[in-house]
Each structure stands twice: as structure tokens, then as C-alpha cells.
């Protein structure tokens, strides 16, 4: 019983925060990259940020670079992408993914179901 369970998500005012989690249940996420995507309606998933497993180095993309931060708390086995600043254009499901190796490729092996995130006045 491998699985990724996404929470956090919500509705949030242009400007506010909100904190994902992605927890792991039947295997040990620190040992993965983890990585969070992100779909908008009519328009294709994104890579947003991921964190190695490999260099421990994380990535984010430019659309959310310092605005968002991932990070870990290996006891929770849970991996956060908290959000700030957040803008109507950061609205869509937000997916967590999981994989060995690095960051940098589009294949991942565990995906969760998703969480929503609406940012709107």
C-alpha cells in the first residue's frame, strides 16, 4: 500500500499564504526527490518546485522563485511547499510526486490526488 496524500489547499485572498503538505504512507519519502506540480484548468502541468534526495538541493520555477519554499520533516515523512505571496495566476491542483533519482526529469513513480488552491478576492 504505496500512497501520497496532498492537504492544505484551500481558497486565499491575492497576497496571502497557505502550506501543503504531501504525506508518504507505505514507504520512507526521505529517500525520494520529491517534487510539486501544478495544472490549471486549459492549461498543461507544470513542474513548480522538487527537492533532491541525491544533492538535497532544491529547485523552483521561475514563476514562483521566492515565493515558494519546499522542505522536509523526515519524522512526519512529509514533504511541505509552503506558499507565500500568492497570486490569481497561482490558482490550480496542486499535485505532489516522488521518484529515485533527481529532479530534473518528468517521470515520476508516486503521485498524490491533488489539492486544490483558489487564489481570488
Known amino acids: 500500500q504505496v500512497q501520497l496524500v496532498e492537504s492544505g489547499g484551500g481558497l486565499v485572498q491575492p497576497g496571502g499564504s497557505l502550506r501543503l503538505s504531501c504525506t508518504a504512507f507505505g514507504f520512507t519519502l526521505e529517500h525520494y526527490t520529491v517534487a510539486w506540480f501544478r495544472q490549471a484548468p486549459g492549461k498543461e502541468r507544470e513542474a513548480v518546485s522538487c527537492?533532491?534526495?541525491?544533492?538535497?538541493?532544491?529547485f523552483a520555477a521561475d514563476s514562483v522563485k521566492g515565493r515558494f519554499t519546499i522542505s522536509r520533516d523526515s519524522a512526519k515523512n512529509t514533504v511541505y511547499l509552503q506558499m507565500n505571496s500568492l497570486k490569481p495566476e497561482d490558482t490550480a491542483t496542486y499535485y505532489c510526486?516522488?521518484?529515485?533519482?533527481?529532479?530534473?526529469?518528468?517521470?515520476?513513480?508516486?503521485w498524490g490526488q491533488g489539492t486544490q488552491v483558489t487564489v481570488s478576492s
Open positions: 527537492l533532491s534526495s541525491i544533492s538535497g538541493s532544491t
Open positions: 510526486a516522488a521518484r529515485e533519482g533527481s529532479c530534473h526529469v518528468s517521470e515520476y513513480d508516486y
